[in-house]
């Protein structure tokens, strides 16, 4: 038996300001793109059942478009014929009762299995149970619904086990809202043959459990997420057979990370201790996120290096962001340097850098009265 699990791909997502031929946000469309590429795995591997562990959606209000396309999704998911069990994650929870759980859209495709009303919910197949326990806002209701899950695990059946949560500190997101699994309470994860989880955005196994996992997020929601790997799981399972001493264990037969492929993020470092002479190699930033960081600044040369500049250097890169690092010893040079440079000056500069020409003109003029009229006040011998 063969079982996909993916999980955390937060639809409608979007960030850095980059809008596509198609008038779409860019990231927001590369988290688009990595749902179709989880989808069309699907159609190759054709499993016997798909799971999906939370937040499909970023927002629990998610934007026309992100709903349009779930659904486009969802129907081609629901035509193959295969189960698709899916629990609803903080993001896709609304925080209140007044608003309705998005999720609830789902509820008319033949094939496909919501569960997010917070509480406990059994979704059972001739050969396997699914145990699922969506994100729940209370956290003394969740103790409770992890005892009736418990008590459903049916030995003559196969038994997975779907949350959203952390298990254990080492999987906090420092979400809000985001709810720990009690370590009491671990022990079920032995009964079960499978136990999929969701929120931690890294695949990985959950510490000395060895049929528990992560299956990550399908793409990056934070560009402080370095990994570059993102994809999905295939767990196979052993066919149960009616021994006794075979149903003592609960270990698949294999669990395999499939990776797709993402946009990646490439981090460039510029020493601007010899800046003029500094090669800068581009040859693999095309279509990348790129971060470049400038090190050993001095404030001059701060104001001297623009990010239109530094963004020039990598004209195929999907953006391009740019930090600084300041040199620490500060020699005398670099003091008379700093004295050299006007508060006025410093701000210009700013200003120069993400403004356009006209409007920098004209910012210029209000800002050089300003700096003036503050000059005149501050200036105690008049
Ligand atoms: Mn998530």
């Not at 035509?79 to 929870?93: E, Q, R, V």
């Not at 003394?140 to 619904?145: F, P, V």
């Not at 459903?152 to 298990?167: Q, T, Y």
Request: negative net charge; hydrophobic residues 35%; proline residues 3%.
């Amino acid at each position: 038996m063969k079982i996909i699990h993916f999980s955390d791909t937060h639809l409608g997502y979007n960030d850095l300001e980059v809008i596509n031929e198609e008038n779409i946000n860019q990231r927001e469309a590369d988290f688009y793109d990595a749902f179709s590429q989880v989808v069309e795995q699907i159609k190759i591997i054709k499993p016997d059942f798909i799971i999906h562990t939370g937040d499909l959606f970023h927002r629990s209000s998610p934007s026309n478009r992100a709903i349009t396309f779930a659904l486009e999704q969802f129907k081609i998911i629901d035509s193959l014929k295969i189960p698709f069990i899916l629990i609803a994650g903080n993001h896709s929870t609304p925080r209140t009762n007044l608003s309705a759980p998005i999720l609830k859209i789902f509820e008319n495709f033949e094939n496909i299995f919501v569960s997010y009303e917070q509480k406990y919910k059994k979704i059972e197949f001739k050969e396997i149970v699914f145990h699922t326990l969506p994100h729940m806002n209370d956290e003394t209701t969740a103790l409770s619904q992890i005892e009736l899950c418990e008590a459903e695990i049916d030995a003559s059946k196969k038994n997975i086990m779907m949350m959203h949560c952390s298990v254990g500190a080492s999987y906090l997101m420092q979400e809000f809202g985001e709810w720990v699994f009690p370590r009491e309470k671990e022990y079920i994860f032995e009964k079960m043959d499978y136990v999929a989880l969701g929120h931690w955005h890294g695949f990985g196994r959950v510490g000395k459990h060895e049929n528990v996992y992560y299956s990550g997020s399908t793409e990056r929601t934070s560009l402080g997420d370095k990994r570059n790997s993102k994809g999905f799981v295939e767990i196979n399972l052993d066919d149960k057979t009616n021994s006794k001493t075979a149903s003592l264990f609960h270990m698949p037969r294999s669990i395999e990370f499939k990776e797709i492929s993402i946009r990646p993020i490439v981090q460039k470092e510029l020493d601007c201790e010899d800046y003029e002479n500094t090669l800068i190699d581009a040859s693999d930033t095309k279509n990348a996120i790129v971060e470049v960081k400038l090190t050993n600044l001095t404030p001059l040369q701060s104001i001297d290096i623009q990010n239109a500049d530094i963004k020039k250097l990598f004209p195929h890169a999907m953006s391009v962001t740019v930090k600084r690092e300041f040199k620490l010893s500060t020699n005398e040079t670099n003091l008379a340097d700093i004295e050299a440079l006007s508060l006025e000056e410093y701000f210009l500069a700013h200003i120069k850098e993400d403004a356009n020409e006209a409007e920098f003109e004209r910012l210029k003029n209000k800002i050089t009265e300003l700096f003036a009229q503050y000059e005149e006040s501050a200036d105690d011998t008049l």
